[in-house]
């Protein structure tokens, strides 16, 4: 089965500060990599995801890179904030009998400090 | 106001009892997911369900149980038979709630539910 690992498991920043968040995965037929964060007490909620036919995405100050023949894909936060500060979920998805298979990496609590 | 409602929020058990988590929606997704999140962890399939009468195990299914008898609603029940049921449970959706639209594969969920066995 598919296998996503994520590094760091935590990181603290200054706010202003890039971060920079790195998963990789195993099954090369996934082919949907969303990010999710999720706030304390909260479910997680999508951020940002991309495609496997697309190697870069961008939303305002969050952007994903995907390298399909390495098999890993990161998150980049620009000019951090005090409400970035939460825990970053990577996933490996894909279609399988009807349904979204979606293999979660383990987690990455980010910190900022004002 | 369009959204998954899970409830309780927060809910303390004795060994040996079971408990029902509640899972509601009104995004009209077909497919619904229970996943378990455990600190340090990702979030871990329990079972999921794409359509009204059926439903099929995740991953960690031992000790659990579920029904979809209406479209809107996935209830998780943890059974004693699941050793090591405290947890955080999150109740997910995926679909699209127009007809012919694409399903973008985005997981929606709810805001979760804390079961701790005393």
């Known amino acids: 089965g598919e296998n996503v690992e994520q590094h760091p498991s935590t990181l603290s920043v200054q706010e202003g500060d890039s971060a920079v968040i790195k998963c990789t995965y195993s099954?090369?037929?996934?082919?949907?990599f969303p990010w999710y964060k999720q706030e304390l007490g909260k479910g997680p909620q999508l951020i940002i995801d991309?495609?496997?036919?697309?190697g870069e995405k961008k939303d305002q100050r969050i952007a994903v890179t995907l390298n399909k023949t390495a098999k890993h894909f990161s998150l980049h936060i620009t000019e951090t904030q005090p409400e970035d500060s939460a825990v970053y979920f990577c996933?490996?998805?894909?279609?399988?009998?009807?349904?979204?298979?979606?293999?979660f990496g383990t987690g990455t609590k980010l910190q900022v400090i004002p | 106001d369009g959204g998954i409602t899970q409830s309780p929020k927060y809910l303390f058990r004795k060994e040996g009892q079971n408990v029902t988590l509640s899972c509601e929606q009104n995004?009209?997704?077909?497919?619904m997911y229970w996943y378990r999140q455990d600190p340090g962890q990702g979030l871990r399939l329990i079972y999921y369900?794409?359509?009204?009468?059926?439903?099929q195990k995740g991953d960690i299914a031992e000790g659990y149980s579920v029904s979809r008898e209406k479209k809107e609603s996935f209830p998780l029940t943890v059974t004693s038979a699941q050793k090591n049921p405290t947890a955080f449970y999150l109740c997910?959706?995926?679909?699209?709630?127009?007809?012919?639209?694409?399903?973008?594969?985005?997981?929606?969920f709810g805001e979760g539910s804390r079961l701790t066995v005393l």
């Open positions: 997910a959706t995926t679909g699209s709630s127009e007809r012919g639209a694409l399903n973008t594969g985005e997981l929606f």
């Open positions: 369900s794409q359509i009204v009468n059926d439903f």
């Open positions: 991309i495609r496997s036919n697309v």
């Open positions: 995004l009209n997704h077909d497919a």
């Open positions: 099954d090369s037929a996934s082919n949907y």
């Open positions: 996933a490996a998805s894909k279609t399988s009998g009807g349904y979204q298979k979606v293999t």
